[in-house]
């Protein structure tokens, strides 16, 4: 049995489709679906339960959780919020939480995947070597949170174990929902669609031109395909997930406009105050270590993969995998 935490989720709730896909049913669902149209994501798929997360922690403090034997555990669950400055928040819901998921999966010897994040590494300053742990210094909370968690990992050994994910810029289909943390895909979607202009940042480096400031941006579908390989191997670490190359939000915009079927509109606004010192100018994932231990993947090119989701799900009445 599979507990898969942030399930309904972006990146969650296509995996679940994948797991459908090749049969696997025995799924229980955390999350947490508050008055959003998150609930959507789940819309078509095939699970044993679903809790409110709350409902959930219950289930260990009442050691109802001894009910369930899961084998494995892929906890994508987290505040995903860059702007949220609730530190005591953010390591009770995306540290402490962890923790206990963790400790459940070395007492019941279950496979435990995690999500950890390209926030771990601030600025860049230190390039982007998923061998790197101590030596990284995140700008924002959010990045400090999940940083944290990997320390705790290393600290207890655990990486031999455990399998953590540094998702880079991920876009695609179910995270309609993330509102402001939505992709700039979604983003552009959709002041196109109202406005006829796609609005971008300027740069707030003198290295880089307005809108050229780059981004490792992956399509969700190359995300879960690796997931599902890595739950087929039996490999352990922490490990980057992006596409290996860096694009720019100009490239970005161009893409969406050209799978719309128009011309190029770009216009470049102030970056807000808040987000000048924690802003990540250049991303890229370095993922020869994973691919050390899965084999070489072929990522799906920036214009196809947007083309594709515009197409095929921001364009359709029913926009959700």
């Not at 995996?15 to 896909?21: A, G």
């Not at 947490?32 to 289930?59: A, D």
């Not at 101590?134 to 207890?156: M, T």
């Not at 943390?181 to 480096?205: C, D, E, P, T, W």
Request: glycine share 6%; charged share 20%; with cysteine.
């Amino acid at each position: 049995m599979i507990l898969l935490t942030g399930g309904a989720g972006f990146i969650g709730s296509c995996f679940l489709k994948i797991l459908n896909h090749y049969g696997i049913k025995d799924v229980v669902v955390v999350d947490n679906l508050g008055t959003s149209e998150k609930w959507k994501n789940l819309v078509g798929k095939q699970f044993k339960e679903y809790y409110q997360k709350s409902q959930f922690l219950e289930l260990f403090n009442t050691k109802k959780i001894t009910n369930y034997k899961f084998d494995t555990i892929v906890h994508l669950g987290a505040c995903t919020d860059t702007t949220q400055d609730d530190m005591d928040y953010l390591i009770e819901n995306n540290f402490r939480y962890s923790v206990k998921l963790a400790q459940y999966a070395l007492d019941n010897n279950a496979r435990f995947i995690y999500a950890s994040s390209a926030a771990t590494y601030g600025s860049g300053e230190m390039g982007y070597d998923d061998n790197l742990v101590y030596e990284l210094k995140p700008l924002n909370p959010y990045g400090f949170s999940k940083h944290l968690f990997d320390c705790w990992v290393y600290e207890n050994s655990l990486e031999t174990t455990f399998v953590g994910l540094k998702f880079f810029n991920v876009f695609g289909p179910n995270e309609y929902h993330k509102n402001d943390m939505a992709s700039m895909v979604f983003k552009a979607y959709q002041q196109i669609q109202n406005y006829g202009v796609v609005r971008l940042f300027k740069s707030n480096s003198s290295d880089y031109f307005d809108g050229e400031q780059q981004r490792d941006f992956v399509y969700v579908f190359d995300v879960i395909e690796i997931m599902w390989k890595i739950l087929n191997s039996s490999i352990a670490g922490i490990y980057n997930l992006g596409s290996g190359g860096a694009r720019s939000w100009n490239d970005l915009a161009i893409a969406v406009f050209t799978a719309i079927g128009k011309e190029p509109k770009i216009e470049y606004i102030e970056m807000p105050n808040n987000l000048v010192d924690q802003y990540q100018n250049f991303t890229e994932a370095k993922m020869d270590k994973l691919f050390e231990r899965i084999g070489r993947y072929q990522f799906s090119p920036l214009e196809n993969a947007v083309e594709d989701y515009v197409k095929n799900f921001l364009n359709k009445s029913w926009k959700y995998f």
